[in-house]
């Protein structure tokens, strides 16, 4: 059985750090796109980071030189290292990983993505 499963989220104050992580079962993660998606109370679930198969990056603007994506393939893991965390990015935050078996290009729309975890709370207090 697939499954995704996301931890490290909780609560910390502006300016705080937290590093999430998500462990893929069922399947390999190594040549997949990985991503981290986030979505606050009555907003859209947005694209955050994204990692390719072969380990290109891509970043949300609003997290660029903050977050970091990386993966362990030994352990069949992905991380979100955030840093400098601000208020307004309280959210629930999901990995997903792509349903192509090999993807070279990330993105961060959701499409492509047909897996995914059932979410970590990040809370962040001003």
């Avoid at 996301?6 to 990985?34: K, T």
């Avoid at 965390?85 to 993105?107: D, F, G, Q, R």
């Amino acid at each position: 059985q697939v499954q995704l499963v996301e931890a490290g989220g909780g609560s910390v104050q502006a300016g705080g750090s937290l590093r999430l992580s998500c462990v893929a079962s069922g399947y390999n993660l190594s040549r997949r796109c990985m991503a981290w998606f986030r979505q606050a109370p009555g907003k859209e679930r947005e694209g955050v980071a994204a990692i390719g198969g072969y380990g290109d990056t891509i970043y949300a603007d609003s997290v660029k030189g903050r977050f970091t994506i990386s993966e362990d393939n030994a352990k069949n893991t992905l991380y979100l290292q955030m840093n400098s965390l601000k208020p307004e990015e309280n959210a629930m935050y999901y990995c997903a990983a792509s349903s192509a078996t090999v993807c070279i290009v990330p993105a961060l729309t959701r499409e492509g993505y047909s897996n995914w975890g059932q979410g970590t709370q990040v809370t962040i207090s001003s």
